[in-house]
């Protein structure tokens, strides 16, 4: 997939996107990307992208297009972004889902406390997100968090997300939860026509403690920085 690493290189120097990754660490992780025609068969018969796409995906940049330079992403505009997950969709659309999914959720962590994002760049150097906002879950206001119980379909990605998030609904409030992989159950029932390597299955909760640091309020004003 080298070709994709090289149009998005001559793409992000035109736009003015982050260089803060080197060239030469891209053009060689690049040739190695997740979007290979022998893998889009393991996703569709599995269920969820090959490890190897997900590595490579994570390895090559993609999943850090629209990660902020501060804390070590691309920091892409929108038509570069597009462009480039146009390439990976036209090889494995799985692929380019998961990569959407990941790169939105840096979106939403822009309202989120610092402590969470500290805590998820912690966790691994390329983190690998999810969330899903389909059917919310109920949240009871606890000491130091919220419980939260309930099922939230169309999670893609979480089968390889090291974090996946769901919406949550208290009085008056709305609520994006973000927890860490193993902290949800997955629900084995994710067997559609296609798109089957994006793995967007049920995720389930059942009186699953959510600290308040790991919690966003989207019905809270945005904070301007």
């Not at 969470?116 to 691994?124: G, N, R």
């Not at 939860?177 to 067997?191: F, K």
């Not at 909760?205 to 920085?225: C, E, G, N, Y």
Request: proline share 5%; charged share 20%.
């Amino acid at each position: 997939m080298s070709a994709i690493y090289y149009r998005f290189r001559s793409i992000r120097r035109a736009s003015g996107c982050s260089q803060s990754a080197t060239d030469e660490k891209l053009q060689h992780d690049g040739r190695n990307h997740a979007a290979r025609r022998p893998n889009v068969a393991f996703g569709e018969k599995s269920g969820q992208l090959a490890p190897a796409s997900v590595e490579a995906l994570a390895r090559s940049g993609m999943l850090s297009l629209w990660r902020p330079t501060s804390l070590g992403g691309h920091e892409c505009d929108p038509v570069t972004y597009a462009i480039v997950a146009e390439e990976i969709a036209s090889i494995d659309a799985a692929a380019a889902w998961l990569m959407l999914g990941s790169s939105a959720t840096w979106f939403d962590l822009r309202r989120a406390d610092p402590a969470l994002v500290d805590e998820i760049t912690a966790s691994a150097e390329v983190p690998i997100l999810g969330e899903t906002f389909n059917k919310p879950q109920q949240a009871v206001a606890r000491d130091g968090g919220f419980s939260v119980s309930g099922s939230t379909p169309f999670a893609s990605g979480c089968k390889s997300a090291d974090w996946i998030g769901h919406t949550a609904v208290a009085p008056d409030k709305f609520l994006l939860m973000l927890h860490p992989a193993g902290a949800l159950r997955i629900e084995d029932d994710w067997d559609s026509l296609g798109l089957r390597g994006s793995a967007s299955n049920t995720v389930t909760t059942d009186a699953v403690f959510v600290p308040s640091h790991r919690v966003i309020d989207l019905m809270a004003p945005l904070q301007k920085t």
